[in-house]
């Protein structure tokens, strides 16, 4: 059985700094990329960022590029997001999912759905007070 945790959220000032972890069982992680997915209070799904199942190659939204950063270490089953600069429009429920979706990616398209995030954890609330 596949199970996703995220963990890390918490209530920080604007211009703070977070870092969520991600790990997931039941699964070879190494051969799964990994997506953070966000959602604010009373709005829809927003993707954040992807990563390849090797950590070559990382994607961004552009409401985060240059203030997050995804990684992951394979040996531990875990993905990171660093989150710096933080703004209270980053608030939000965040979400960690396998993604099979970077190699279109790769080709300068995200996919406007989640269809290929197949393994959801429950997320983790992050809160950014001004």
């Known amino acids: 059985q596949v199970q996703v945790v995220e963990s890390g959220g918490d209530l920080v000032q604007a211009g703070g700094s977070l870092r969520l972890s991600c790990t997931a069982s039941g699964l070879t992680f190494g051969d799964y990329a990994m997506g953070w997915v966000r959602q604010a209070p009373g709005k829809g799904l927003e993707w954040v960022s992807s990563?390849?199942?090797?950590?070559?190659?990382?994607y961004y939204a552009d409401s985060v590029k240059g203030r997050f950063t995804i990684s992951r270490d394979n040996a531990k089953n875990t993905v990171y997001l660093q989150m710096n600069s933080l703004k209270s429009e980053d608030t939000a429920l965040y979400y960690c999912a396998t993604d099979r979706r970077p190699p279109l990616m790769t080709m300068g398209w995200v996919p406007p759905n989640y269809y290929g995030m197949d393994y959801w954890g429950k997320g983790t609330l992050v809160t950014i007070s001004s």
């Open positions: 990563i390849y199942s090797d950590g070559s190659n990382t």
